[in-house]
């Protein structure tokens, strides 16, 4: 693929970064309702996903699609409206074209897998979500499915990372505290969920072959206890509140993260240990 354009669809926290760093090979575009909050050098393209008419006028020639949404609102509605209308939309204005874009990733998450029981989960495991969020996410990985173009899932877990310290507030603050034999945990931190992204596109890009889904997680799954014991003994804590919450929200699995592995990603963070330290001591690995 020569000189490929790759349209980043979404561009917040996440669809940022991987633009950002696809665009020091690549001549990236940023979809965004607000053009203005798209930075150089990508190219800014004004569009609202929503919005049929307007899209069409502003859509720009693409050899790649990375689909990268943030919802609106955390609710059904909101999911809804990012990940299967504007999916939807964008899809069928580049399959209407002469000249389609050679594949989409779009970026989903683990929670399309409704394991509780501490059951390994792969790409090809069953998905039977309990939660909206889960079933709107594989209505979405369905229409990739049904288009003419070649279309890629990337399941992501919890994202963590400098400026996603949620986990780390929490125990700070006593407000999580579970036994050490509670549920499974999985996450990526924020460097490794760019850098996967962007090593997906650049195989893209040399036209190597690419699954249908991949999971991005990093390479132990723990148990939530496990996690909290151990932030517990890196950082000063306030003693444990009597409503702390006492468990995962959402089940117990582990995700297996062989199939990106397998396709030669190397992980920056293999755990939280590394993961977390690194957020600790202010310290961010460099990508070779």
Known sequence: MQNPRILMAGCGSLGTRVG????????????RRQAHKVPLPMTPVQADLLKPRQLASALPPADILVYCLTPDQYDEAGYRDAFVTGLDNLLGLYEKREQRPAQVFFVASTAVYGQKNDEWVDETSATNPARYNGQVLLEAEARIAASPIAGTSVRLSGIYGPNRQGMLRSVAEGMVAPTRGSGYSNRIHEDDAVGLLCHLVHKAVRGESLETCYIGSDCEPSRLGDVVAWLREQLPCEPVRDDARAGSRVGSKRCSNQRILHSGYQFLFPSY??????ILHGKREPRP
């Open 273 to 278: 240990r590394e993961g977390y330290a690194s």
């Open 20 to 31: 950002l760093a696809l665009a020091a090979d690549y001549h990236v575009l940023g979809l």
